[in-house]
């Protein structure tokens, strides 16, 4: 079964590679307990490094809706920037003030392998972003000094 990953283990701060299969069996069966993991920690989002993955792949789940994001690029960050706690499951207990824009345009793949476009502000394009950067090593405690 996976676990939680929490800093400071390095596989956090590494470049994620992409999926070249999104249907694969594998990365169904990832998806899969992706999802129970992050519900067992009621969390709003789980990216594939936080549990040893270096894949890029993120699970955000926002009022009962799940989105799972695949191969995802981010092609336009706009809106007001806000200023917001945020936590991280690989951080327990730790929240941090990040300042965010408050609106994301991002093109990614789903589980069935389909190419999408999502454009979400507020909470959910708050959490595209915070997933989105553990793909790319980035933790939210350097958005945290960034802003300071
Ligand atoms: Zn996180």
């Known amino acids: ?42 969390g709003i989002g789980l990216a594939a490094p936080q549990v040893g993955h270096n894949l890029q792949l993120f699970l955000i789940e926002i009022d009962h809706q799940l989105t799972v ?35 994301v345009k991002i093109k990614f793949t789903d589980q069935t392998g389909e190419r999408k476009i999502l454009k979400a502000d507020g909470l959910l394009a708050r959490a595209i972003q915070h997933e989105f950067d553990h793909l790319n090593g980035i933790l939210f405690i350097e958005r945290a000094e960034a802003n300071n």
């Open 1 to 42: 079964m996976l676990q939680i990953i929490t800093y400071p283990n390095p596989i956090l701060t590494k470049q994620c590679q992409p999926i070249n299969k999104p249907t694969d069996l594998q990365i169904k069966q990832l998806i899969t307990d992706m999802t129970t993991l992050m519900r067992a920690h009621d």
């Open 69 to 103: 994001f695949i191969n995802p690029e981010i092609q336009k960050l706009s809106g007001k920037e806000v200023r917001l706690e945020e936590g991280c499951l690989s951080f327990p207990g730790k929240y941090l003030p990040i300042i965010r824009p408050n609106k």
